[in-house]
C-alpha cells in the first residue's frame, strides 16, 4: 500500500479532521504498512482523559480497513474489571462474519460463552486468525482490564511477535493497578512503543477552534480555550457549548466570544461526571475547586472538618482519575476547564461562603496575603475589615511583580471600603498610582474625580489630590492644579503637605516655568528635612537637579542625585525611587556618558519589566530610544520607541511622549523617511499648540528640523525662533542637535530672535562650574557657527570626534568643510568631509551622508552612500513601512485602523501585510503576535 492511499484515506476521515498529531499518525500508519507485509508489533497510545487516545485508535481502524488489514475494536468499561476475558476478544470473535473465514475460532463456541476454552486456547485461536489474514487488535482504555486478562494479553503479545499481529492498546497512565503498571513496563522491554499524547500545541488549537466554529478563532475564544490546556476533549466541548448558548459572534471573518463564563454544557457534563464518585470524593472535589489553585492536603482536610488521613482514598482516586495533580507537595487540578466547571456547578451563595472560609483558614495559618487575595476577592463583602487590610498588603507586594493584578486588588478593596471610612481616601490614592503604573489612565482618572465628588475629609481629598498629581497622562497643568488645590486645603498632616510641595516643585520643573520654580523646589527641600519624608526629599532632590541642570551645572546636578543612591535602596518602593533613576540616566546622557546611561536603562527595563510596571518601563523605553539616538544607532533608536503600543510613542500628553516624538523625527531626518516626519510633524503640532513651555520648545525643534530639510528657511526660523528659550527644564541630549540647528538657521536668515536664543544657549553650557567637556565643544561650535570662525570650527570638530555622540562629531566637521571652502582651504575642507561622510555613512545615516556626497562631488571627490543589502527572509528582511505595519497588527489593529493610522489604501496595507507574512514564514495574526511578544522578551532579556 502506498503514502498516496493513505492520503486519501485521511481526507475522507471524519469531519474535522485530526490536529496536532501529525507524528503520531505516522507512526500508526507506518505500524499498519508493517503489518499489511507480515509484520506485526504492540503500540501503546498513553494520555490523559480527554487528550485524544480513542480518536487515534479509531484512525488505526480506518487505516487498517484502507489497507486491506481485519481491523478489531474492543473498549474495556471499568465494570468489566470483575470479569476475566471480557474484553479480549469478543468483537473479534463475535464478528459476523468471522474474519478470514476462522472455523477454529468458531468451533470454539464463543457464541456459547464458553469462556474456559479461550482461557486455555487463546494462544491457538489469535494465531491461527492472524494466520489466515493479518489482524490489528486495537483495545482502548486497557487500564480497566481485570488482571487475568491482562496477564494473557501480555503473555500473547509477547509471544506472538513474529505473527502478522498488531495490537494497539490505549491506556491513562497511572489510572490502572499494579498489574497494569507491570505489564505495560513488560510490553515496552519487550519493543512496545509507546505514542504519549501530549497537549495540544497552540497551533492546533486554533485549528480545531476553526473547525468547530468554521472561522478563524479572536483572542477572546482562545484565550477560554486556553483553560482547557490542550486537551482536545475539554476544548471541543467548550467550544461547541459557546455556539449552543449563542455566544459566538462572526466579525470580519473571525469567531468572537463574548462574556467569560463557561458555558452550562461544561457544568452539566461535569456534574454528571462527578455523580459516579463516592460521596467524600465528590466532597473533595467540589471544596477543592473553591480553593485557590494550588493548594495543600492540610487546608483540604480543614475544610471538609476531617483529619488528612481519612482523605487518602479519595485524593488517590482523582488523582488516578487526572482531575486532580500532585505537585511539589500541593494539589491542583489538571485543567482549569474542569475546576471552573466544577465550581459554577456549586450555588453561588455557598461557593462565596465556602472562599470565605477557606481564606480565614489560610490567613489563620500565616498565608501571605497575595496567595488569600483570590478568595477574598470573590467572597467579601463591604465593610469586611479584614479582607481590606489583606487586599491592601497584596496589592502593595504584587506591585513589585505585576501593577495591574496589584490594582485590580486594591479596586476590590476600595469596593469594600465604606465611603465615609478614614482609609478611603488613601485607598483611592493607591489605586490610582497602581492604575498609573499599569497605563490604565482612563480608569486612574474616572476613579479619582468620582471620589473627589464624594470626599469628605480634607486628608481624603489631599491623599486623592497628590495621586492625580502624579498621574503619568494628562497636561503638566492639571498636576499642577492638584497640588496647589491641595495646599490650600486646612489642616493638612505634615507630611502630606511636604509632598505636595516636592510634587509641585517637580512638576514645576518639568512644566519648563524657570521664573517660579527654583523658590518652590527650594521650599519643598526644607519642609522635606522638616518632616523626614523620604519621598518627598527624593522628588524635591529631582526637582532641584533638573534646575540644576538647566543652568548649566548638570555635574552638580549629578552630585545632588548621587546623593540620593543610599535613601533610594534603603527605604521602601515608591514612584518617586524610579524617577530618581531615569532623571539620573538622562543627565549622564546630556553630559555625553552614554555607556553609563545606557547600563541604567537596561537596568530600569529589566526592573520594571519583572515588576509589570508599564507606565516606567515606557520612560525607560523613551530614554533607550534617546540614548541610542544620541550614540547614532539610529535603527535600534528607532526600534526602541516603536516598540511601544503606537498610541503612546508620540503622545505629548503622556510620560515622555514627546521625547518619543523628538527621537523618531530626528530618526527620520538622518535617514531619509518623510512619512515618518510628517507623522511627527503632525504630532508636534499638536504639542507646540497645548504643550507647557517644555513640550513647545521639543515640538519646535521637530517643526524647525522639518522645514529645514524643505529648505524652507523663514519657516525654521518661525519655530526656532519662538517665544521658549533653547534651554529649558528638563533638559535631554536633543537639546543639543536642536542648538547647532538653530545657529545655522540664524546664519542663513539672519533672524535676531533665533541668533539670541543660541547666545543664551552658548552662555548656559558655558555657566557650568566644573565644566561639561561635551559643552564645552558645542558652545564652541555654535559659536563658531554664528561667527562663520573656521578656526573655531576646526577646533569643535577635533574635541567632538572623540565624543560619545558621533552625528554631532559628524555635523561639526561637515560645518568645518563648508567653511573650509568658503576660505578656500580646499584640501582641508576635504579632509573634514571625508570624515562627516564616512561618520554619517557608519551611523547609516543616509540623508546627512549623501548632502556631504554632493559637497564632496562639487570639490572633485565622488562618494557614493552604499544601501546595505537587504535579505529576502526574516526580521532584517521588512522594509521600514512593513515594520511599522507589523507592529501595528501585532497590537491588534485591523486593516482598516492600519491604514487610516499611516495614511495608506486598505489595498496597500493587505499587500505589506501578505507580504510580512511571507517573509516571517507565518500565516496568521496569532503567529505574528507571538512573534512580536517573543522578540520584545528577547531584547529585553
Known sequence: MTDEVFASSERRAANPPIRGRSSELRRIRDAVLALAHGRGGVLIIEGSVGIGKTRLLNEGMALSAQAGVRAVFRRVFEKQQTVPFAPSYVELLHADPPPGGLDPLSRLGIRDVMHHQLTEHPRGAVLTASEQHPVAIHIDDLHFADNATLMALQSLALELTDSPLLWVFTVIPNAGNLAVYETVTRLVAAGAEVLRLNALSTRAVADIARDVLRANADNSVLMLADQAHGNPFLLIELLQGLSEEGRIQLADGRAIATGDALPQRLSTSMRLRLERFPEITRRLLQVASVLPERFTAGLLAAMLERSPASLIPAVEEVVRAELLADEDGQLRFCEDLRREAIRQSLPGSLRRALERQSATIMLDAGAAPQDVATQLVRSADIGDAPAIATLRDA?????????????????????????????????????????????????????????????????????????????????????????????????????????HQAWLAYNLMVNGQLGQDRKTAAEAEAAAANTDDVEARIVSEIALAGLDCADGNCQKALARLETLDALVRTSKFTPAHQLAEIHSANILAVVGRLDEAAAMITKGIQISRNMGNNMAFQIWTHHEGMVHLAAGTLSAARSAVESLPAADRMRWTSVNGVLGMSTLAKVAAHTGDRMLLKDASIAARDAYAGGSPAVRRTAAGVLGLAAWLREDMKGAARWLGADTRLIVTPVFPVVLDDLLLSARVAVATGEGNVR???????????????????????????????????????????????????LLGASAAEDAGRELIRSDYHTDAIDQLNMAFDVYADCMAVTDARRVGRILRSQGIERRTVTPHRPKNGWDSLTDRELRVLHLVAEGATNATVARELHLSAHTVKTHVRNVYAKLGIDSRLQLRRLVQGLDETRRM
Open 395 to 499: 496589592a502593595q507586594i504584587l506591585a513589585d511583580s505585576d501593577a495591574g493584578a496589584a490594582a485590580d486588588l486594591s479596586k476590590r478593596a476600595l469596593d469594600l471600603t465604606h465611603v465615609r471610612d478614614p482609609q478611603h481616601g488613601q485607598i483611592v490614592a493607591e489605586t490610582v498610582v497602581l492604575l498609573n503604573r499599569a497605563l490604565r489612565y482612563d480608569e486612574a482618572q474616572q476613579l479619582a474625580d468620582e471620589a473627589l465628588s464624594n470626599a469628605v475629609s480634607a486628608e481624603q481629598e489631599a491623599d486623592i489630590r497628590l495621586s492625580l498629581s502624579t498621574l503619568a497622562r494628562g497636561t503638566i497643568e492639571k498636576r499642577i492644579e492638584q497640588n496647589r488645590s491641595a495646599l490650600l486645603l486646612p489642616q493638612l498632616d505634615e507630611r502630606i503637605t511636604a509632598r
Open 756 to 806: 539670541e536664543r543660541v547666545l543664551q544657549a552658548i552662555d548656559v553650557l558655558q555657566h557650568g562650574k566644573p565644566g561639561v567637556t561635551l559643552f564645552t565643544a558645542v558652545a564652541q561650535l555654535a559659536g563658531g557657527i554664528l561667527a562663520q570662525d573656521v578656526d573655531a570650527l576646526t577646533a569643535a570638530s577635533q574635541s567632538l570626534r572623540s565624543s560619545s555622540r558621533p
